[in-house]
């Protein structure tokens, strides 16, 4: 069910923005292909063993990536240092792709304080 929910949020986007955030989708499945897909406060997001672990949402001129912790942007400052980012978000463009390794390293560093502290 949640994994539809999520195509249903991403039908109702227009393009480049559709596109950019099904890429994202695919590469997080990619890393981490057992967590689960659901909708939390709206947005499409990503959990494992119970925990959220990441997520994204669009907006009005931007996309963003949610890690649903306010500590993982810190330990990756020079990662994100290009990116506009809130203690919550890491904000990019509608039509750029984040880089996989990125993605990876976010999700690396979340995964490791979500399960580490059972937040």
Do not use: W
């Not at 709206?42 to 949610?66: C, D, Q, T, V």
């Not at 390794?101 to 690396?108: D, H, I, N």
């Amino acid at each position: 069910m949640s994994k539809q929910e999520i195509d249903e949020y991403l039908s109702t986007l227009d393009e480049p923005k559709k596109a950019t955030l099904a890429e994202l989708r695919d590469t997080i499945v990619a890393i981490v292909p057992e967590a689960e897909q659901c909708i939390s406060y709206g947005m499409p997001a990503f959990k494992l063993r119970g925990k959220m672990i990441g997520g994204f949402a669009a907006f009005k001129n931007h996309l963003s990536y949610l890690p649903h912790s306010g500590s993982v942007f810190q330990q990756l400052a020079r990662d994100t240092e290009r990116y506009t980012t809130t203690k919550g978000s890491l904000h990019f463009p509608v039509d750029e792709q984040l880089p996989t390794s990125l993605v990876k390293k976010l999700l690396e560093v979340r995964i490791a304080e979500a399960l580490s502290r059972g937040r």
